[in-house]
């Protein structure tokens, strides 16, 4: 990156300037001093060491490096320093510093993560094609394609080409990459991360403005890439700048907790260190102090702070094993807050990380977390995945060097990569990011083939669908949540076993109203997407919904009546043959409950000496038998045309009246009368009065109707009771 921030004589408030024997930076593995980036630029004015020799100026690196990787060949780590300071020789920082103090400073930071030598090489050399006369090919005929590969990935667009869009269209190239190389975006965050440290000397509102893509891109990424080391100072960085007076009083409050005399941490780790001793489990036991943000959202969740609040235990063991080992000791102890245990060993998080969390309270009433994990676990929660090396390199015989993870395409970032694609514009692109990684945690839910679907927290069904079958979601119609049926704006938990029912239509369309329910990138585009494709289909569903607005504004009944149906069609009965015990009296069949043979059923006189029949579970039965109405026996006659009412309960899709109506019609049905209600939850209920030619056809009937698909169920009509006045 061209490092436009500088070092400066006056820097800003940093978080590691706290005095005091409690500081908000995590131990280091080893004390080093202090890195003087003057002298470092001062070092690299001299020039190059004479071949075989090590330049002075990245002694640092080399002793960082070595430390992580004894064997490394150091060689390309000599040939990119020369390379880059000839390059850059001559350009100064706004500080006044030498620019190649940026590189190195850069460089530092990944060989003290435990960045392997590819890394570091490219690192050395991540602005020279951006800054300099270097060229991407000097780089690859140097270097090897994947040095090339890694600097290309960071070097930024130019603005006399893009304008405006630079920035974003930068990030969507990088994240491209990073899709290809995680290492792209190692590379990066320590970049933004020098950056940071030295912002003191820019204007204020160049500060925020960088700050606040930090806080919204930077450190995101950082958390999902499982860098903790870099994001937890990213974070105390743009903290400081966009919250100055939360910052200061933070600081307070750890400047006045390093001077109290008793310390509640420090009495516990001698605690925990006794037990284990005891136990005879070898182990380290840690205070890992609160960094400032972690401190601030503490401290705005509890109030007032007490001295267990400013950090936590850290118990590093050698084996996996080991872990249990001391959670049970701990468990036996001393008084443990069940409440606070989680085993993200035998759950990694999304990000790599693993360890078991849990918590002890003393005598005294406070609580102090502890974090129980090997000394493998603590480096890659500390660098993530710098920590794997070269994760594409083929894994070593030797067993000794631990599980390799393959971060190639971790869930989040193989979403990211497919949504970025149909990403309309820059500024679209840019802005839908920042959301997607503000969401932050992952949920993973499993298919019924045992396969699984990574989803960020609070995705729906709608996300699922488009997660699994991309833009083929358009034709979903229902889904099943452990078994059982769900709208597609349910929303999904993690562990949840979905099943997504599509349908078989390939002209289907979705719903605008799936927008409301679309948590992801991925589904809001493609719903996007298709509705700026078809307008015309989109109006008509928008001109529905209106509709479907009105109507649910004049709705006043659960189960609305059909429209009226004459008693007598074209010549033909309007009920099944039916005979009442009262002579000459006219029969006909209840609209509330359609009876048809061989429902059971009785009758009731009513106004003007007809006897009305109704299935003998209608509530309108129960309703006259309590007002005291005498009924009236009735039975079939022979079998003849007859008048049923259904409801089919199905979900919202494009063309199910029409497919509906076109299976009852198969079946030989006539369509008296039928409502449709306003859609809710992307559910319907259709009620269809129909006739049929025999009462026999009624079961096919409703099988071709509940065969349609979106069609959940098909019952027969049942009034429902009214209440009683007075």
């Known amino acids: 990156m061209s490092a436009e921030a500088t070092n400066s004589v006056t820097p800003g408030p940093m978080p590691g300037a706290v005095s005091g024997p409690v500081t908000p930076t995590a131990p280091r593995r080893k004390a080093r001093p202090r890195i003087d980036l003057r002298r470092l630029g001062r070092a690299a004015l001299l020039g190059p060491a004479a071949r075989g020799r090590l330049p002075d100026a990245i002694g640092h690196v080399v002793e960082a490096h070595r430390a992580h990787h004894p064997d490394a060949d150091l060689e390309p780590l000599r040939h990119a320093y020369v390379l880059a300071e000839s390059s850059h020789r001559g350009q100064m920082r706004k500080s006044g510093e030498p620019y190649i103090t940026h590189p190195l400073a850069v460089t530092l930071i990944l060989a003290e993560l435990g960045a392997e030598t590819t890394t570091l090489t490219a690192s050395l050399l991540h602005d020279t094609v951006e800054d300099t006369d270097v060229t991407l090919d000097q780089v690859r005929d140097q270097f090897g394609e994947e040095v090339r590969y890694l600097v290309d990935g960071v070097t930024k667009l130019e603005k006399v080409d893009y304008g405006a869009a630079a920035e974003p269209e930068t990030f969507r190239k990088m994240l491209?990459?990073?899709?290809?190389?995680?290492?792209?975006?190692?590379?990066?965050?320590?970049?933004?991360?020098?950056?940071m440290r030295t912002l003191g000397v820019m204007r204020p509102e160049k500060q925020e403005r960088i700050a606040k893509v930090t806080r919204d891109v930077l450190i995101p990424l950082a958390e999902r890439l499982g860098v903790q080391a870099l994001k937890t100072e990213l974070e105390d960085l743009v903290f400081a700048i966009l919250h100055p007076e939360e910052y200061a009083h933070t600081r307070e409050l750890i400047v006045r907790n390093a001077a109290r005399t008793d310390d509640p941490l420090a009495e516990v780790a001698?605690?925990?260190?006794?037990?284990?001793?005891?136990?005879?489990?070898?182990?380290?036991?840690?205070?890992?102090?609160?960094?400032?943000?972690?401190?601030?959202?503490?401290?705005?969740?509890?109030?007032?702070?007490?001295g267990s609040d400013f950090g936590r235990v850290l118990v590093l063991v050698n084996e996996d094993a080991d872990c249990y080992g001391v959670l049970g000791e701990l468990h036996t102890c001393m008084t443990p807050v069940?409440?606070?245990?989680?085993?993200?060993?035998?759950?990694?998080?999304?990000?790599?990380?693993?360890?078991?969390?849990?918590?002890?309270?003393?005598?005294?009433?406070?609580?102090?977390?502890v974090l129980i994990r090997t000394h493998q676990m603590h480096k890659v929660a500390e660098a993530g995945v710098v920590a794997l090396g070269n994760p594409y390199a083929p894994a070593p015989d030797d067993p000794a060097d631990g599980e390799r993870v393959d971060p190639t395409r971790p869930g989040w970032l193989s979403r990211l990569l497919d949504w970025q694609e149909a990403a309309p514009d820059p500024d679209h692109f840019w802005s839908t990011l920042r959301e997607d990684l503000a969401q932050d945690r992952e949920i993973t839910v499993f298919r019924p083939d045992g396969g699984t679907i990574g989803l960020p927290e609070?995705?729906?069904?709608?996300?699922?669908?488009?997660?699994q079958y991309g833009e083929d979601a358009h034709a979903c119609i229902g889904a099943r949540v452990n078994g059982r049926l769900a709208t597609l704006s349910t929303v999904l938990k993690d562990g949840d076993t979905v099943q997504l029912l599509m349908g078989q239509d390939p002209a289907s369309e979705p719903s605008r109203e799936w927008l409301e329910h679309a948590h992801t990138p991925a589904a809001r585009i493609a719903i996007q997407r298709w509705l700026a494709a078809h307008p015309a289909q989109a109006e008509s569903q928008r001109n529905e919904a209106r509709i479907d607005e009105d109507r649910s504004a004049l709705r006043t009944a659960d189960v609305p009546e059909p429209v009226a149906a004459p008693e007598q069609s074209a010549g033909r009965p309007a009920t099944g043959h039916v005979l009442a015990d009262l002579p000459g009296a006219s029969v006909r069949l209840a609209r509330c409950c359609t009876p048809v043979p061989p429902d059971e059923i009785t009758g009731f006189t009513v106004r003007g000496g007809a006897v009305t029949v109704h299935r003998v579970e209608c509530a309108v039965v129960a309703r006259m038998k309590d007002g005291g109405r005498a009924e009236v026996g009735v039975r079939w006659g022979e079998a003849a045309e007859c008048r049923v009412t259904l409801v089919a309960e199905s979900f919202v899709r494009p063309h199910l009246l029409a497919d509906l109506t076109e299976a009852m019609a198969s079946e030989g049905a006539e369509i008296v009368s039928a409502t449709v209600e306003p859609p809710t939850q992307q559910q319907v209920r259709h009620t269809y009065t129909v006739q049929l030619p025999d009462a026999g056809h009624l079961p096919a009937l409703m099988r071709a109707m509940r065969d349609v698909a979106g069609v959940y169920d098909v019952g027969r009509a049942q009034s429902q009771p009214q209440p009683q006045n007075g």
């Open 176 to 195: 491209v990459a990073t899709g290809n190389d995680v290492r792209v975006m190692s590379i990066k965050l320590a970049d933004r991360l020098h950056n």
């Open 270 to 306: 001698d605690e925990v260190r006794g037990v284990l001793r005891e136990a005879d489990i070898q182990a380290e036991v840690l205070i890992r102090p609160r960094h400032f943000v972690s401190l601030h959202r503490v401290s705005r969740k509890r109030g007032r702070l007490r």
């Open 338 to 369: 069940v409440s606070e245990f989680k085993d993200f060993i035998a759950v990694p998080k999304f990000n790599l990380y693993q360890s078991l969390h849990t918590a002890v309270a003393r005598e005294d009433g406070q609580v102090v977390e």
């Open 458 to 467: 609070g995705a729906t069904c709608v996300d699922a669908a488009y997660a």
